[in-house]
């Protein structure tokens, strides 16, 4: 027997995204999102407030950074998401977070995090909070790669468990995409 919830925003996994931008005196801001996710094959999609500092610079400066969290940084991770830029302009440095300035866009990659997505925001609707923006390239440091593949298992991303209010790691290879299910056919 199933037990019914109501309609709720619970899916699982539940990305933990760092979204970075610059203000308009080239401050590095991030915040933590986790309704977001890929829209295309190169486009990503967003429900983020328009009170945050980082989407009033994402609209000005119409570029930002989305890296993903990691399990060595929770904590940093959780503190730009529960600390607010309006209040502490500093709460990057606060986390321990440094940044470098992408080459593909005017927003900044935070240095501990080792895999980001450099995007351009093509639009946003006040009404919806929806964001969208283009991929205009993704970078990851080497240390998470294994024969010049992004490798899960060095990332070691995590999830937002939306039910428990709790970050999980993700977990190991169970199957192959695009391969296993041809047993059935």
Known sequence: MRKNFGAKPLMYPQPVLII??????????AMNAAWGGIADSNKMIMCLSAGH??????????????????????MASDYVGIVSANKEPEKLAK?????????????PLIDELPMALECRLISYDEKSELMLGEIVNVCADERVLTDGKIDP????PITFDPVNNAYL???????????DGAALK
């Open 20 to 29: 970075a931008t610059y203000d308009e005196e080239e401050h590095a801001d």
């Open 53 to 74: 500092k980082t989407v009033q610079n994402i609209l000005k400066r119409r570029a930002f950074t989305v890296s993903m969290a990691d399990e060595a940084h929770v």
């Open 95 to 107: 986390a321990g977070f440094h940044t470098t300035k992408s080459e593909f866009v005017d927003a």
């Open 153 to 156: 298992a060095k990332l070691c």
């Open 169 to 179: 790691k993700l977990g190991e290879k169970v199957g192959n995409a695009f391969k």
